[in-house]
């Protein structure tokens, strides 16, 4: 038996393949394009595993997909591959569109072309899960009870409108060709391998760089965050537990303005490795240019995924932020490897122009 995961060279993708490969022995296909966010180096500790094969190719490449579910006789598709900074999304749309819209409606015409091949019983226990987010949802007022799987899509940015469009495709897919999907939509991720462009790992670097930290805003805009590998464990349990067609939405009930995320970071950072003059890292804080249709509040209900399939969170915010914190200050390794002129350039795209 083999899966086959998507973009499992990015953030969560990487974490989900690791704990994958750690916690049962069956063999993963990890196919991903090698975009700036996606980093071999997460994977490392794979080399010459003979349960992971690595494929460098777009999930928008439907003769090389068709090939691979057909060699490796998948029986499970994770799609996590996507453009996923919202950022990035309102200075430069069109691969957004490409991977999140056409690569996943390109992956879903593969998938379905297997599928419909398969005798009826693996037909019937096969399964295609998309990773998506709780952007598509919109933003929530202060009083506004979290998201539920019921919730109005309202995709406000880019990336949310390309996400939420992949969704319905795999919606569709279900309906109309009998397709067996589950789709998961999670609140905002944190932990080892997130790429420093996001405000977690970001706001680590540049307080040890000695940069400003950049509260977009007031920095009273609220996000729920999860730690990575509790995402990884809900996915892991939607698999194999999950209804055919349903929607699960996974969240950590860590509701948490950014300006409180980033007084938390340099709270542990303080303590970790203080700055050389003994202030505190809070002294970096700047406040900039608001980011363009800024989603005020994401919070989500996960409470479907623990009345039907009984998964629970094991971090708390706390917890999971300080091994976060710990994870990078023994990893500047991996951090100096992608700070790259791609990189540099970004932030001289996004900051500028902010004030
Ligand atoms: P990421 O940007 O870190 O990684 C994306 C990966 O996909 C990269 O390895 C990249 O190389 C690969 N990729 C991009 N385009 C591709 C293409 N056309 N073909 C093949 N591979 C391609 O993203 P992430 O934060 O790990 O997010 C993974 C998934 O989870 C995304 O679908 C995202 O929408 C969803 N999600 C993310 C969060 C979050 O907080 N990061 C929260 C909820 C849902
Ligand atoms: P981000 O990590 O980009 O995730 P998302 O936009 O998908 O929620 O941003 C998290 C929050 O932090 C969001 O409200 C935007 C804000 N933010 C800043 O205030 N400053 C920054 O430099 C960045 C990157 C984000």
New binding site residues.
Partial sequence: MTILVTGGAGFIGSNFVLDWLAANDEALVNVDKLTYAGNPENLASLQGDPRHLFVQADIGDFARLSALLHDHAIRAVVNFAAE????RSIHGPEDFIQTNIVGSFRLLEAVRGYWHELPQDAKLAFRFLHVS?D?VYGSLEKTDPPFTERNQYQPN?P?SASKAASDHLVRAYHHTYGLPVLTTNCS?NYGPYHFP????P??IQNALAGKPL????D?R?I?DWLYVKDHCSAIRTVLAKGKVGEIYNIGGWNEKA?LD??HTLCRILDELQPRPDGLSYAKQITF?TD?PG??RR?AIDAGKLQRELGWQPAETFETGIRKTVGWYLEHQDWVQNVLSGDYQSWLEK??AGRG
Avoid: A
């Avoid at 996923?84 to 950022?87: M, R, W």
């Avoid at 462009?197 to 977690?200: A, D, S, T, V």
């Fill in positions: 996923s900074h919202v950022d987010t952007e940015s990336y905002n462009e996001k405000l977690i970001l706001c950049p509260i977009y805003g920095g805009q996000r950014n995320v980033v900039v980011r800024h989603d994401y996004n900051y």
